[in-house]
């Protein structure tokens, strides 16, 4: 993970937003990432709609659909009326709503954990890796 070993890396989760155009078929693909750090009281979201890639897997994906709930998920994370009911919460209640199972075209991964001293540039890093 990012940071030198020692002073200023704190503890991170991380799940990755994947796009389930046809949950029969089983197929994912991976469309952004949600990090949380307790220590600095951070929930971001960070995503990448490849359309020609979630075209392939189903032709006739809701490609509006999957961006606003793409942009909804980034909404909760900066809270205020983007986050709508979430707004008041705190950032690792956000993120646990975030991350809850659900049964949408738009699903959280597995929460995985890590070590960082930059939670903001560990999403941007995790984006590039695992999404685009």
């Not at 704190?10 to 952004?32: I, S």
């Not at 990090?35 to 600095?40: E, G, S, T």
């Not at 020609?52 to 961006?67: C, E, H, I, K, T």
Request: one cysteine or more.
């Amino acid at each position: 993970m990012n940071g030198e070993k020692g002073a200023g890396r704190e503890v991170f989760e991380y799940a990755l937003l994947r796009v389930v155009p046809r949950v029969e078929r089983g197929e994912t693909m991976n469309a952004g990432v949600v990090v949380y750090c307790r220590a600095r009281s951070l929930v971001v979201a960070r995503t990448h709609l490849d359309e020609q890639r979630l075209r392939a897997l189903d032709p006739g994906a809701d490609l509006d659909g999957v961006r606003a709930a793409l942009r909804a998920a980034e909404g909760v994370c900066h809270g205020g009326d983007a986050a709508g009911q979430a707004a008041d919460e705190a950032p690792g209640i956000r993120f646990r709503w975030l991350v809850a199972p659900r049964s949408t075209v738009v699903q959280p991964g597995p929460v995985h954990t890590g070590l960082t001293s930059d939670p903001e540039a560990e999403a941007e890093r995790l984006l590039e890796l695992l999404v685009r």
